[in-house]
């Protein structure tokens, strides 16, 4: 089981900038990926970035350029730096964990709000 809680939501005006953390129950070392999603009303949640234990990244085209994740395995956490950000951008942003324990597991935050005023 691992539990995880964002934080760093707001509302920012276009152009701004925001940085989301995610703090897990547990040691991240040893969890294969780390990402964060988004959810706009009436949409589906998308990906939004991703980080494996070994460093490696992968964004969404819409973000790519804007957004920056990373990790710092001793606090627990992963991080999204989002600069130059957009009315679009605006949506619950969600951390997940995938792991494997016993078979492959995905754990879900609660989401924290990014609002975006143009």
């Known amino acids: 089981q691992v539990q995880l809680v964002e934080s760093g939501g707001g509302l920012v005006q276009a152009g701004g900038s925001l940085r989301l953390s995610c703090v897990a129950s547990?040691?991240?070392?040893?969890?294969?990926?780390m990402g964060w999603y988004r959810q706009a009303p009436g949409r589906q949640r998308d990906l939004v970035a991703t980080?494996?234990?070994?460093?490696?990244?992968d964004y969404a085209d819409s973000v790519k350029g804007r957004f920056t994740i990373s990790r710092d395995n001793a606090k627990k956490s992963v991080y999204l730096q989002m600069n130059d950000l957009k009315p679009e951008d605006t949506a619950v942003y969600y951390c997940k964990a995938t792991l494997y324990i016993g078979g492959w597991q995905s754990f879900w935050g609660q989401g924290t709000q990014v609002t975006v005023s143009s």
């Open positions: 547990r040691s991240i070392v040893s969890i294969f990926r």
């Open positions: 980080i494996t234990s070994s460093d490696s990244t």
